[in-house]
């Protein structure tokens, strides 16, 4: 399809600059991003990782462009110390959780995934595990052991030295900053790592193989340059990740990378880094304890895209603060939009086109460019003006804060028929990932967990209290509105819905 509209410009983490984008191949974007390490469910801020990553595939997808999409399992490898250091984590919650770390792995890539589905992210290409890929980072390791690496009694460390500009990524700083490694007797330079970490005398690992440099397992930054490489080639479009990941893991693949490649190519044209999810308390970490899930969240009432949308509303690239009251103004914010366009849905005198939204939430669409070109033919001038100025802020590098408000605008553009906003809404909603033509209010209605009533006997209470209205027993009502409240369940009359579960975040 022929890219229309907003040269897109995206931020390159390698040269601290906003760039217009230009994939390698024209036909398809090559995207690789880090993928969780399973040894516990994901936190909230992890999940930002993969709502910003979700909504560039589909800004791409929308103006056109076919994405090859992996993401990887880290199922191995990755210490508690994101700075090389301490534990393996798959280890450490076998021990923790009394199994093996194969049925951890399992369990928590599962849970991993359901997160992703609830957040409405399309799953990649391809979910790429790290112990189906041992054997290549062997092999990978063998290439670059004798120009790049040396032994010691604990493993096969990779010398920083060795390649150009080793730490570029992370900015001009000195190795004991860009590496944050703990010391390990015998090695070179601080910021140097693990490429194989050897399992000690008498280790009892549940995960080890056979290599070159003795029994043991890879070390973490191994496995990303492997299966990159493996699955979008040698030098690809766009690296994803936390902006963590751009102060040691990142470097150390670039490094890696260099290595393998005799040159000085990262591997990726473009860096990518979201920014942290801030609680009050600092960055939200699982190190902290008591971190927040997305299941914490329906826990308490809230629809999963609630938090979508929050996420929406702040910059990729900036801060973003979870607190009771955003995630409140957030699930407020999705009920109004999903019933400003449930009643534009009511309005439309055409809606067989919306079987190209059906399908696709049922994973049997076509592309979003096809969906696209379907929902948009018959819009007006006007309402391809609004859509320009959708377009324009998402393509400067997804500017999400200033296309939603586009969205409200779309939605109130009394200008326009009913039938021309629910088609500006749905083809916006192509890139915002939100489910707003397909999702009914009531299906936002989400039971806490802490809940007394279950829905059936929240129903007869309502019933009770419309037959006491009925008969002007206003105490009778006004008592039973109470016992509802009570219970966490907000009474909405006048609204078509009726009721609703409180919300307590606090």
Request: proline content about 4%.
């Given at each position: 399809m022929t890219i229309t509209g907003a040269p897109l410009q995206l931020?390159?983490?390698?040269?601290?600059?906003?760039?217009p984008f230009a994939p390698i191949d024209p036909g398809m974007v090559r995207v690789y991003s880090c993928g969780p390490t399973v040894y516990h469910y994901a936190h909230l801020g992890n999940l930002r990782a993969y709502v910003f990553t979700d909504t560039l595939r589909r800004v791409l997808n929308w103006k056109g462009w076919p994405v090859n999409h992996v993401i990887n399992i880290t199922d191995v490898g990755h210490l508690t110390s994101d700075a090389d250091a301490g534990d393996d984590k798959m280890?450490?919650?076998?021990?923790?959780?009394?199994?093996?770390?194969?049925?951890?792995?399992?369990?928590?890539?599962?849970?991993f995934k359901l997160d992703v589905a609830r957040l409405n992210i399309r799953p990649p290409t391809l979910w790429s595990v790290a112990t189906d890929h041992i054997q290549d980072m062997i092999e990978f390791g063998r290439a670059i052991a004798d120009k790049h690496c040396y032994r010691l009694d604990s493993g096969l460390y990779f010398d920083s030295t060795t390649v150009p500009d080793y730490g570029a990524l992370a900015g001009a700083r000195p190795d004991e900053t860009v590496g944050r490694i703990a010391e390990v007797e015998g090695k070179r330079h601080a910021p140097d790592?693990?490429?194989?970490?050897?399992?000690a005398p008498g280790e009892t690992r549940q995960m080890e193989w056979q290599s070159p440099w003795g029994p043991g397992a890879p070390g973490w930054h191994l496995e990303c340059s492997v299966m990159a490489r493996k699955y979008l080639g040698d030098r690809f479009d766009i690296h994803t990740g936390g902006i963590d990941h751009r102060e040691i893991h990142h470097v150390n693949e670039i490094a890696q990378n260099q290595a393998h490649s005799g040159t000085a190519d990262t591997g990726a044209n473009w860096w990518m880094h979201n920014n942290f999810l801030i609680d009050r308390g600092g960055k939200m970490s699982k190190s902290k304890g008591g971190f927040a899930t997305l299941q914490s969240l329906v826990d308490r009432g809230v629809h999963p895209l609630a938090y979508r949308l929050l996420c929406l509303t702040a910059h990729y690239r900036g801060e973003l603060e979870f607190t009771a009251e955003t995630m409140a103004a957030a699930l407020t914010r999705l009920k109004r939009l999903v019933m400003a366009v449930g009643k534009l849905r009511e309005a439309a005198t055409d809606t067989g086109w919306l079987r190209v939204l059906d399908e696709a939430s049922a994973g049997k669409g076509a592309s979003s460019?096809?969906?696209r070109?379907?929902?948009?033919?018959?819009?007006?001038?006007?309402?391809?003006?609004?859509?320009?100025?959708?377009?324009?802020?998402?393509?400067?590098?997804?500017m999400t804060p200033q296309a939603l408000p586009l969205l409200d605008e779309a939605?109130?553009?009394?200008?326009?028929?009913?039938?021309?906003?629910?088609?500006?809404?749905?083809?916006?909603?192509?890139?915002?990932?939100?489910?707003?033509?397909?999702?009914?209010?009531?299906?936002l209605r989400v039971r806490?967990?802490?809940?007394?009533?279950?829905?059936?006997?929240?129903k007869a209470r309502i019933a009770e209290r419309r037959a006491a209205r009925a008969a002007k027993d206003f105490a009778a009502?006004?008592?039973?509105?109470?016992?509802?409240?009570?219970?966490?369940?907000?009474?909405?009359?006048?609204?078509?819905?009726?009721?609703?579960?409180?919300v307590s975040l606090d």
């Open positions: 931020f390159n983490s390698l040269s601290r600059a906003t760039e280890e450490a919650a076998a021990k923790r959780d009394g199994k093996s770390i194969w049925d951890i792995a399992a369990f928590y890539t599962e849970a790592f693990a490429i194989w970490r050897a399992s460019a096809w969906q070109a379907a929902i948009e033919a018959p819009l007006p001038a006007p309402a391809r003006a609004l859509l320009d100025r959708f377009d324009a802020a998402i393509s400067a590098d997804l939605i109130g553009l009394k200008a326009l028929s009913a039938d021309d906003r629910l088609r500006l809404v749905a083809t916006m909603d192509l890139v915002l990932g939100l489910a707003l033509v397909t999702t009914d209010r009531a299906a806490p967990a802490d809940a007394t009533l279950d829905e059936a006997a929240v009502s006004d008592a039973l509105r109470d016992e509802l409240a009570a219970a966490g369940v907000e009474i909405m009359d006048g609204d078509p819905l009726g009721w609703d579960w409180a």
